[in-house]
């Protein structure tokens, strides 16, 4: 697509629910990065994916946080057993590839706004 | 490790006045260094960046950035603030030339008083 597209744009869930976040990037790029922001708290770097391959998982809060990649192209970010903590905008970008995202060319998507309650 | 450190989570300024945003990096080898604008409910666009060329660059919308490696900075000016820049910035720093992700300050919000 022409730029990123995230999905849902805003989630409300219950506290112990399940979520699943979607990002769709632009096609070609083979680099995909998920970040969270909270408020107050910038951007809190979460995972990237060079193709279908997340080699370093550290960034990830916790072990209710999982990412994967499907086809180098469309991503989904699962929360399971949602904490009131996990309430903030997930953004995710796209790069052509890692050298040119160090370069800063990122696309971002305008994120996901999760609210758990 | 690389950090970032944006000096003020607001910065208020008139119409018309100068712009000054503060950055400060700390980084074990030559950076890449970044400015991003977030408008309301949209992600973020790049402002400008730099790499390693000239160390005074422009960016869009009239903002500019000096790198200053002695006083590792990297602050954002705009001689005179526009009310439609009003928005969230950050500065950023790569992680690692090549590799994951960028590390993000934690932004400040500018508001343009009328």
């Known amino acids: 697509g022409a730029g990123v597209s995230q999905s849902p744009s805003n989630k409300v869930t219950e506290k112990g629910k399940d979520v699943e976040l979607r990002c769709d990037p632009i096609s070609g790029h083979t680099a995909l990065y998920w970040y969270r922001q909270s408020l107050g708290q910038g951007l809190e770097f979460l995972i990237y994916?060079?193709?279908?391959?997340?080699?370093?998982k550290s960034g990830l809060p916790s072990d209710r946080f999982s990412a994967e990649r499907t086809g180098g192209s469309v991503s989904t970010l699962t929360i399971q057993r949602t904490q009131q903590e996990d309430s903030a905008v997930y953004l995710c970008?796209?790069?052509?590839?890692?050298?040119?995202?160090?370069?800063?060319?990122?696309?971002f998507g305008s994120g996901t706004r999760l609210t758990v309650v | 490790a690389q950090s970032v450190t944006q000096l003020g989570s607001h910065v208020s300024v008139s119409e018309g006045a100068l712009v000054l945003l503060r950055c400060n990096y700390s980084s074990s080898v030559p950076p890449y260094l970044f400015w991003y604008v977030q408008y309301p409910n949209q992600g973020l666009q790049l402002l400008l960046k730099y790499t390693s060329a000239a160390t005074l660059v422009k960016g869009i919308n009239g903002f500019e950035a000096e790198f200053k490696k002695s006083e590792t900075s990297f602050h954002l000016t705009k001689p005179s603030a526009h009310m439609s820049d009003a928005a969230e910035y950050f500065c950023a720093v790569s992680a690692e030339r090549g590799a994951d992700g960028l590390t993000f300050g934690k932004g400040t919000h500018l508001i343009i008083q009328p």
């Open positions: 994916f060079q193709g279908n391959s997340a080699p370093d």
């Open positions: 970008a796209s790069s052509l590839d890692l050298g040119q995202g160090a370069l800063g060319g990122y696309t």
